[in-house]
């Protein structure tokens, strides 16, 4: 008899981290505009020798509440965020 294991899921560790493809999918963003994101400072990520690195589970966090609160859009976060730069 041959037992089956359920299937594991990628980064299911806690603490474990991802890489930009795994955000990518998770988020259903492109890789281009999440790296406009951590440049912004609108998405979670980790640096880690050099590298970005995301926590899946910061990434389902911050995408349920983007999807929640759609009050503002990537074009309002993008003018808050050249109101602060302008600011400096």
């Known amino acids: ?5 359920p299937p594991t899921k990628p ?4 603490g474990a981290q991802c890489d930009i ?3 990518s999918r998770i988020t259903g963003l492109t890789a281009g505009s999440i790296y406009v994101y951590v440049r912004r400072g609108i998405i979670p990520f ?6 970005l690195t995301f926590n899946p589970e910061e990434l389902r966090r911050w995408r349920a509440l983007r999807s929640k609160d759609m009050s503002i859009t990537a074009e309002e976060a993008l003018a808050n ?3 602060k ?4």
Not at 11 to 14: E, I, R, S
Not at 46 to 51: A, D, T
């Open 1 to 5: 008899m041959v037992t089956r294991r």
């Open 46 to 51: 980790h640096k880690s020798n050099f590298r």
């Open 85 to 88: 730069r302008k600011k400096k």
């Open 11 to 14: 980064n299911q560790t806690p």
């Open 21 to 23: 493809k795994e955000a």
């Open 81 to 83: 965020w050249n109101q």
